[in-house]
């Protein structure tokens, strides 16, 4: 993957930072300027329900709900309390096919490791260990991806803090990851040239 950078602008008022990469790709310019680059948020409602993605980013119905509200206060807050390495990246690449802003990234040992902020709790497995939902891990996995094609290094993981009960969960870029993101983003592709609306959905969680 070739990857051209551009750098972060300098701190102002505003704290925030922008990243963004575009990739050259061997395939013809038509097909590049019609592909529709996918927010990874729009990934995390795709796991979430499948006919909302489809509602949302095709027909481009969008009903916010008190819990969208709730989420948004909660970056805001988090933003004026400030704390370690609260800043906005915004990521983009043509190649992946992808884009998203990051809520924060901190650097441990060398290496950088994006973080995602959520409102609620988190999910709990087998003997009640914490673990991400389905969606909230593939956002943050596709985060990291998008990381090590800015970066040109590897990425480790991802991590999600729960707010409401106070955990933070450990997401692996592992292989299996990698393709999970892939076949996220080929879904989400999928669906996107569909003329018909995915069922509704079976999620108990709705």
Not at 191 to 202: E, H
């Amino acid at each position: 993957l070739k990857v051209a950078s551009r750098p972060p602008p300098s701190h102002g008022a505003d704290s925030r930072k922008a990243l963004h990469s575009s990739a050259t790709m061997n395939t013809p310019s038509s097909t590049i300027q019609h592909q529709t680059i996918i927010n990874v948020s729009a990934l995390q409602a795709l796991f979430y329900c499948p006919r909302q993605f489809y509602l949302q980013e095709v027909e481009g119905i969008h009903t916010p709900n008190a819990e969208v509200y709730s989420g948004l206060r909660l970056h805001t807050e988090l933003e004026r309390d400030g704390g370690d390495a609260w800043d906005h990246y915004v990521l983009e690449n043509t190649d992946l096919g992808i884009c998203g802003k990051v809520d924060a990234l901190k650097t441990e040992a060398g290496q950088i490791i994006p973080y995602a902020h959520k409102k609620g709790r988190c999910f709990r497995g087998e003997n009640n260990a914490v673990q991400a939902w389905p969606g909230d891990r593939i956002q943050v996995l596709a985060y990291a991806v998008l990381l090590e094609a800015e970066l040109g290094k590897t990425v480790p993981e991802g991590r999600i803090r729960y707010h409401a009960d106070n955990v933070l969960v450990h997401v692996p870029l592992n292989a299996a990851a990698r393709e999970d993101v892939k076949a996220a983003i080929a879904q989400a592709q999928h669906l996107q040239t569909s003329t018909t609306r995915p069922p509704v959905t079976t999620n108990e969680n709705l």
